[in-house]
């Protein structure tokens, strides 16, 4: 699941860098992508269907992977 959102954040260039990647639990969450935000970010219809792909990305590799 998060090396779906990791991954999408390289391959769309989603005006951020991925700064940490984690698979342990920790409170209710069970994983974490940080990312670091760019200063100046623009907010295009390009910069925002490619958030949209990111929040989405966890889920479509999890059926990728298990066929849900």
């Known amino acids: 699941h998060e090396a779906g959102h990791a991954l999408i954040n390289i391959l769309l260039d989603c005006n951020s860098s991925v700064e ?3 698979i342990i639990r920790r409170k209710s969450h069970y994983g974490l992508t ?7 970010e623009n907010h295009d219809i390009k910069v925002l269907y490619n ?15 298990f066929s849900y």
């Open 20 to 22: 940490y990647v984690s």
């Open 34 to 40: 940080r990312t670091l935000k760019n200063e100046q």
């Open 51 to 65: 958030k949209i792909c990111y929040c989405m990305a966890g889920e479509a590799a999890e059926e990728l992977i």
